[in-house]
């Protein structure tokens, strides 16, 4: 008896090697949940630190901004003018001189032009202002503006009466000069634009993962568009943050995905689907029961109608298409910073910042005939991606408040679209953004 | 680095294609491993399911010591042992002697003919008591001093459930070799 147990167990144990069977469709989508749960922390620290980082840096840069602007302002000399003459003023008539300038008793407005390049150097003296009087402002680069005097205040500044013999005229061209370079509030600081732009989406493969390589190289970008209103608000000369909402539709060709009409007779299934198929942005869960699917020399299709299980030929099936469109649409929220490099009829900014990006619908389709035939939908996308934008914006002013705006941007998700892709998988897109904006 | 050792890699850094590469290479065999634990489908899909989530939270206790295919069968086993015990599905002792005694076995069977998905049609018929047993002494290799902790049974009526359980498997395999040769003849 024990021999003949052994035969059993033999017989068995042998029989039962390596013996597979295919699991059911839909066991993944249980797993899915519980190990997402695990890896989640990990994606929103990597996001929030990014977050914050770009944060400080426009923080930093604004700052930096607004210390450049009053460092200028620090080295400025001022002069009194008569107010009831704008176009011309005394620079020199009432020059109180510290003992230091004994040796220059007489320094003249136009002995101070001719010392461009370096900086006026008198001691401060503050006096009690005259709200009838004017200041003229010169800095060690022979900057000039012109301001009320009530509006300065502080020990930075040296107020040069002058009166008497030395009295050169200074013309009104060049006092406009100064004005347009005066310290003044940016006017028109609201701005509203639309724009829209056909855009190139595809993706970084790295790492030495086979699958998502393999998976990658039948992946094919599709040119899609993105459009929406942006509104800017410049918090200074040369910045301005920009937000809005934007409308983008991005997707992908998969190729080598055969696909077949007509399979509803044969299926005997109580699930959802009858195939997965996976991509590296996510699995394609098919919702049309009369497709049939299949991929030769590839392990991408998960089905219980395999091929050995089923002949697409054999049933006389509609052959459609090999290949299948993958298309995402977005609601995009952007947070922009920009910096004026060229403040000309031809503006051109420097573009950069981050995008919070909603899923709103995604599908799965191919073409028969020019006719959209629908598959399914990608499962397990993310809902909310985030990613960061860098561009060059020209801006060519048609009027004081309008403009015409052209904006190559280039896009990098910082977190992929499906979560299944991981580390390998790195989105990207670039579009040329053109439209127009009203400055108000 | 060999290839399984990227994928688990890639598995505890979270990456979501790794998880899913790792379930679609290994989910058919163990399936098959569930489906022969199990006396019905979905209780084999549950296991299957449980298995996994236990596999990929337990990922970093693996060593890389031994075959990873053989630790993710045991974490499978394990789960299906601690699923029929939660349940109380164990057969009672008493109802052990309630299965009719079956005929003896010919001498001479020849098992040609069977197929790997009868033998596991024929295991999945056997009581759920016997099947453990048989499943953990003759496919495993466990000891029946190592069945009876983990079935919490004495040694002995690990050793008579595994002898019970060869005695119906003989004669099943038997009926079936003979209806295949029927079959096959005709």
């Known amino acids: 008896m024990n021999e003949k147990g052994a035969n059993i167990d033999l017989l068995f144990r042998n029989g039962l090697k390596d013996y597979e069977v295919l699991p059911p469709p839909g066991v993944w989508d249980g797993i899915q949940p519980s190990v997402k749960a695990k890896s989640r922390p990990v994606i929103l620290l990597r996001v929030a630190a990014v977050v914050t980082v770009l944060v400080t840096l426009s923080l930093l840069t604004y700052r930096w901004s607004r210390e450049l602007s009053d460092t200028n302002a620090g080295t400025e000399v001022a002069f009194n003018i008569p107010a009831s003459d704008p176009l011309v003023f005394n620079p020199i008539a009432s020059h109180k001189f510290s003992p230091s300038e004994k040796s220059d008793p007489v320094k003249t407005y ?166 997965e198929v996976l991509t590296t942005n996510g699995t394609v869960y098919t919702n049309n029961p009369d497709v049939y699917l299949s991929a030769n020399g590839s392990d991408r299709i998960l089905t219980a109608y395999t091929n050995d299980v089923f002949d697409p030929n054999k049933a006389s099936l509609q052959p459609v298409n090999n290949s299948l469109s993958q298309n995402f ?40 005939d020019g006719n959209r035939y629908s598959i399914g939908t990608t499962r397990g996308l993310n809902p909310l991606t985030l990613s960061s934008s860098l561009g060059m914006g020209m801006e060519y002013n048609l009027s004081g408040k309008l403009s015409l705006n052209l904006e190559p941007t280039f ?23 053109s439209g127009v904006s009203y400055k108000f | 680095m060999s290839e399984i050792k990227k994928i688990i890699k890639g598995c505890l850094a979270g990456n979501r294609r790794d998880q899913e590469l790792l379930y679609r290479r290994h989910a058919s065999k163990l399936y098959a491993v569930c489906l022969q634990y199990s006396g019905n489908d979905e209780e084999a899909r549950d296991i299957l399911q449980e298995g996994f989530i236990k596999i990929f939270e337990n990922l ?103 002898s019970r359980a060869r005695v119906i498997l003989q004669r099943r395999v038997g009926s079936y070799t003979g209806i295949k040769k029927k079959v096959a003849n005709e």
């Open chain 1, 329 to 368: 649409s977005y609601l995009e929220l952007p947070v922009v910073l920009k910096y004026k490099i060229v403040d000309k009829t031809i503006g051109i900014n420097l573009i950069g910042g981050l995008s919070y990006n909603l899923l709103v619908s995604n599908s799965v389709s191919t073409t028969v």
């Open chain 2, 60 to 162: 970093d206790n693996y060593k890389h010591e031994g075959s990873f295919e053989g630790w993710m069968r045991r974490i499978t086993v394990n789960t299906a042992l601690e699923k029929f015990r939660s349940r109380h599905n164990l057969y009672r002792v008493d109802d052990i002697d309630m299965i009719q005694e079956p005929d003896p076995e010919p001498d001479n069977q020849d098992y040609a003919g069977l197929e790997a998905n009868d033998l596991l049609e024929i295991i999945r018929e056997l009581p759920t008591k016997y099947r453990m047993v048989f499943n953990l002494y003759a496919i495993e290799g466990y000891s029946h001093k190592e069945i009876s902790k983990m079935v919490n049974i004495s040694e002995g009526t690990s050793k008579s459930n595994l």
């Open chain 1, 110 to 275: 136009s002995d101070i032009l001719s010392e461009k390049a370096e900086p006026v150097s008198i001691q401060p003296e503050i006096r009690s202002s005259s709200s009838s009087e004017q200041i003229l402002y010169v800095d060690g680069a022979s900057k000039f503006s012109i301001a009320n005097r009530e509006s300065v205040r502080g020990p930075q500044l040296t107020s040069l009466n002058t009166s008497g013999s030395t009295q050169p005229k200074v013309k009104y061209a060049d006092l406009q000069y100064f004005q347009e370079n005066s310290v003044t509030k940016p006017k028109n600081r609201w701005s509203i634009a639309a724009m829209a732009s056909p855009t190139y989406y595809s993706s970084f493969n790295s790492g030495s993962n086979e699958l998502s390589k393999e998976l990658s190289s039948s992946e094919q970008s599709i040119i899609s568009y993105s459009g929406g209103l942006a509104f800017a608000y410049k918090i200074s000369k040369r910045f301005s943050i920009q937000s809005g909402l934007y409308y983008s539709s991005l997707g992908q060709r998969v190729d080598g995905i055969n696909s077949y009409s007509g399979f509803k007779p044969y299926d005997i299934t109580k699930g959802d689907h009858n195939f």
């Open chain 1, 411 to 433: 896009r990098y998700y910082l977190n992929p679209f499906s979560p299944a892709t991981g580390s390998y998988v790195h989105p990207y897109s670039f579009g040329i953004f």
